[in-house]
T-cell receptor, first 116, second 108 residues
Framework: NAGVTQTPKFRVLKTGQSMTLLCAQD?????MYWYRQDPGMGLRLIHY???????AKGEVPDGYNVSRLKKQNFLLGLESAAPSQTSVYFC???????????????FGPGTRLTVL | GEDVEQSLFLSVREGDSSVINCTYT??????LYWYKQEPGAGLQLLTY?????DMKQDQRLTVLLNKKDKHLSLRIADTQTGDSAIYFC????????FGAGTRLAVHP
């Protein structure tokens, strides 16, 4: 199993450009998440999904959109990138079957995005 | 909302014990976690504790929970260079709230 993979690993955008980050998991997990990590601030939840076809807002959703058309994929879109969106983006997935052992979030390696 | 605070940096000598601390504001979280992030990688779950427990031991790791003071700590015994990483405490169930992370540096 590849676990959680993220594409691309690095990207540089100009202000106003758009892009989509792809997250894929092969563990048949129901829940998927997008976080951003900024220095000194830990991880903040952007959007998450509790299953195919569903999405919900997290702590910092503004400026981002997401889609979960297939259970294994969770896409994060930036329609008009801003310098404030320069960050490292992490995707995670979890089965969430009730026991905490089954609630572990598995993280991808991250995407480093710079917006100039 | 929930606030989770950690000191940002800890330096220890190889072989010593490391203690990483975390304080939080919301006492309703059922699960409290410690995640480890190695350079250039995503986070990996290290250990967790239920809110009805005071202590959990897992090999070199000891988690202590003081619910009265809303304080969580992670002790790493016999710290090795391979333990150098950023350690995050997190609270919640499906939507986790993370602290800012403590960077542990292990020197000879």
């Amino acid at each position: 199993n590849a676990g959680v993979t993220q594409t691309p690993k690095f990207r540089v955008l100009k202000t106003g450009q758009s892009m989509t980050l792809l997250c894929a998991q092969d563990m048949n997990h129901e829940y998927m998440y997008w976080y951003r990590q900024d220095p000194g601030m830990g991880l903040r939840l952007i959007h998450y999904s509790v299953g195919e076809g569903t999405t919900a807002k997290g702590e910092v959703p503004d400026g981002y959109n997401v889609s979960r058309l297939k259970k294994q994929n969770f896409l994060l879109g930036l329609e008009s990138a801003a310098p404030s969106q320069t960050s490292v983006y992490f995707c995670a997935s979890s089965p969430l079957r009730g026991w905490v052992e089954d609630n572990e979030q598995f993280f991808g390696p991250g995407t480093r995005l710079t917006v100039l | 909302g929930e606030d989770v605070e950690q000191s940002l940096f800890l330096s220890v000598r190889e072989g010593d014990s490391s203690v990483i601390n975390c304080t939080y504001t919301d006492s309703s979280s059922t699960y409290l976690y410690w995640y480890k992030q190695e350079p250039g990688a995503g986070l990996q779950l290290l250990t967790y504790i239920f809110s009805n427990m005071d202590m959990k031991q897992d090999q070199r790791l000891t988690v202590l929970l003081n619910k009265k003071d809303k304080h969580l700590s992670l002790r790493i015994a016999d710290t090795q260079t391979g333990d150098s990483a950023i350690y995050f405490c997190a609270l919640g169930y499906n939507k986790l709230i993370f602290g800012a992370g403590t960077r542990l540096a292990v020197h000879p």
